[in-house]
């Protein structure tokens, strides 16, 4: 679902488990207004749990778009094949997503194929609306999406999904020709400004990157568009705040 002829579009970049962000981002957005959420609603942070039903209620509420990232993708995986996926998962933010939904230590209690068990029997109606959210939006002359699209394809609608979700140096050097602007997450902005430390929206070639590392001690955006700009950009810094693997 979408809203009928939005005159704007209010984009949040990738969350990460920081549900206070969340919330205090949400304070910016107007309901007429196309609500956009560009993926990674989970891991690192230590409420996914809140934030996947917060956006999952924006999305059965409000009409919100909420995209599929890779972090959403990486749960759908370990669930799929926990023994195969734990061990990486974990190290890059899922042992906060099993805590958050189980509890606290519930990764030391149980075995992989256990705690998928678990939030499988616990979770069903948020699994399955999870493997349901689409790769992109497209409105006006943006096309929204969790990480790229590949540049070298005549179609951009026939990038693979991992490129969708996953996509960093061929999306972020490429030329830009699809005659669109393409507003992303995923690739975190002082890693785009290659500084590591600026947090600001990245502009470059038609390409608008708006995470601005908000689990790493960066801050989160809320970029309001118009048809034809950026008409104002929310940044709430999560400084001092900076997420570090724990296993």
Known sequence: MKLNNPTEVFAIGDIHGEYHLFQEMLQNYQTQQQLILIGDLNDRGKK???????????????????????????????????????????????????????????????????????????????????????????????IFVHAGVDLVQKDWKKSSPHDFLWIREPFIKGKNQTGKTIVFGHTVTPMLYEDMTTTDLWQSDGKIGIDGGAVFGGSLHGVVFNQEKIVKDFEISNAGHGWQPSI
């Open 48 to 142: 996914s749990k809140d934030c996947w039903l917060l956006g999952k209620k924006l999305v059965e509420e409000q009409n919100a778009i909420y995209l599929m990232g890779n972090h959403e993708a990486y749960f759908l995986e370990f669930l799929a094949a926990p023994e195969d996926w734990g061990p990486n998962y974990f190290h890059n933010g899922g042992k906060e997503t099993m805590e958050s939904l189980l509890h606290p230590g519930a990764i030391e209690e149980y075995s992989p194929t256990e705690m998928a068990m678990m939030i499988k029997s616990r979770y069903g109606e948020l699994i399955t609306f999870l493997q349901e959210r689409p790769f992109y939006f497209e409105w006006e002359k943006y």
